[in-house]
Nanobody, 122 residues
Framework: QVQLVESGGGLVQTGGSLRLSCAAS????????MGWFRQAPGKEREFVGG????????YYVDSVKGRFTISRDNAKNTVYLQMKSLKPEDTAVYYC???????????????WGQGTLVTVSS
C-alpha cells in the first residue's frame, strides 16, 4: 500500500520561503526516484521537479529553477521541497509522488497523498 503524506504548507508573503515535507512508506521510498507536483486552482496538476533515488541528481522545471531545491533523507523515507523567493503564481496544492525517472514527471504508482496547500499573498 502506497502512503504519501505531505506537510509544511501555509500562507506566506511574496518573497518568502517554505519547506515542504513528504513522508512515504518505506517500500515506496526505497524503490523510486521522487517527484514534486503542484495543482493551482482551476488548473491541471503540473510537474515541479524530481530527485533521483540516491539524491545525487535533481531536476527542476524552468519556472522554479533557482528558487526551489529538492532533497531527500532515505533514512527517514522523506523528501523535501525547499521553496524561496515565492511568487503568487506558486500558489497551489503540492504533492509528492514516486517516479521511475526523476526528470519524467510521471507518477509511477498513480497514487497521490492529500497534498499540502501553499498560498503566496501579493
Amino acid at each position: 500500500q502506497v502512503q504519501l503524506v505531505e506537510s509544511g504548507g501555509g500562507l506566506v508573503q511574496t518573497g518568502g520561503s517554505l519547506r515542504l515535507s513528504c513522508a512515504a512508506s518505506e517500500r515506496t521510498f526505497s524503490s523510486y526516484a521522487m517527484g514534486w507536483f503542484r495543482q493551482a486552482p482551476g488548473k491541471e496538476r503540473e510537474f515541479v521537479g524530481g530527485i533521483s533515488w540516491s539524491g545525487d541528481s535533481t531536476y527542476y522545471v524552468d519556472s522554479v529553477k533557482g528558487r526551489f531545491t529538492i532533497s531527500r533523507d532515505n533514512a527517514k523515507n522523506t523528501v523535501y521541497l525547499q521553496m524561496k523567493s515565492l511568487k503568487p503564481e506558486d500558489t497551489a496544492v503540492y504533492y509528492c509522488a514516486p517516479d521511475r525517472d526523476y526528470t519524467a514527471g510521471r507518477n509511477a504508482l498513480n497514487a497521490w497523498g492529500q497534498g499540502t496547500l501553499v498560498t503566496v499573498s501579493s
